[in-house]
């Protein structure tokens, strides 16, 4: 397989997916603004939607969109645990969690990274998000990660919105059960490996 991937943007979530599966996979860095891989290939002939995650599977097809992108390695190394099993309870709840984060954090997360939005619209949308994490927050209380004690892909996304929100200076240094989420999961080798790879994680 292969995973284009732009250093900390979304694709770092089925990039931590990966590793925790075990699964070989080649990295292709993109430019997003240039849309170009690193070995200058048109990224937008690969992915008409000029968007990471992209992920070509083995036998040349393209799958897109960050959370399909989640399952489908998860079910790859099913042994790993990193999702339920297809059409049990807990797999919905999955996914309930896998849609909360796209639609409620991370596409709430966009404007907060455009220069030409006026900070008024953007403190908009970070209370909006503040509102989001405060629900994550609660729903993490007396347990390690969103579904109980397994990991799961949905916790490596959040983890990533989590880092999103130290970029762009939020802070969340209320929200307890939360921070202490993000330190768990940053403390995982196989979080920690793909940080590094995408040069954000300083090698000891």
């Known amino acids: 397989m292969k995973l284009y991937y732009s250093p900390g943007a979304c694709s770092l979530s089925p990039h931590i997916a990966l590793h925790?599966?075990?699964?070989?996979?080649?990295?292709?860095?993109?430019?997003?603004k240039?849309?170009?891989?690193?070995?200058?290939?048109?990224?937008?002939?690969?992915?008409?939607?000029?968007q990471v995650p992209a992920?070509?599977?083995?036998?040349?097809?393209?799958?897109?969109?960050?959370?399909?992108?989640?399952?489908?390695?998860?079910?790859?190394?099913?042994?790993?645990n990193l999702a339920p099993a297809h059409g049990s309870p807990e797999?919905?709840?999955?996914?309930?969690?896998?849609?909360?984060?796209?639609?409620?954090?991370?596409?709430?997360?966009?404007?907060?990274?455009?220069?030409v939005i006026p900070d008024e619209v953007k403190?908009?949308?970070?209370?909006?998000?503040?509102?989001?994490?405060?629900y994550a927050d609660s729903k993490l209380a007396g347990q390690?990660?969103?579904?109980?004690?397994?990991?799961?892909?949905?916790?490596?996304?959040?983890?990533?919105?989590?880092?999103?929100?130290?970029?762009?200076k939020m802070d969340l240094s209320a929200l307890k059960n939360l921070m202490a989420f993000k330190d768990r999961v940053a403390a995982r080798p196989n979080v920690q490996a793909a940080l590094k790879m995408e040069g954000l994680l300083k090698a000891a």
């Open 20 to 32: 925790e599966a075990g699964l070989a996979h080649e990295l292709v860095k993109v430019d997003l």
């Open 34 to 50: 240039a849309k170009k891989t690193e070995a200058g290939d048109d990224f937008a002939e690969i992915n008409p939607k000029g």
């Open 55 to 80: 992920l070509m599977l083995d036998n040349g097809e393209m799958l897109t969109e960050g959370p399909v992108i989640l399952q489908m390695i998860a079910d790859r190394a099913a042994g790993k």
């Open 91 to 115: 797999r919905y709840r999955l996914q309930e969690w896998l849609n909360f984060i796209t639609t409620e954090l991370h596409k709430n997360f966009s404007p907060l990274f455009q220069p």
């Open 123 to 134: 403190n908009f949308f970070r209370d909006r998000i503040l509102g989001k994490f405060k």
């Open 144 to 168: 390690d990660y969103l579904m109980g004690k397994q990991f799961t892909v949905a916790d490596g996304y959040l983890f990533v919105m989590l880092t999103w929100a130290e970029r762009t």
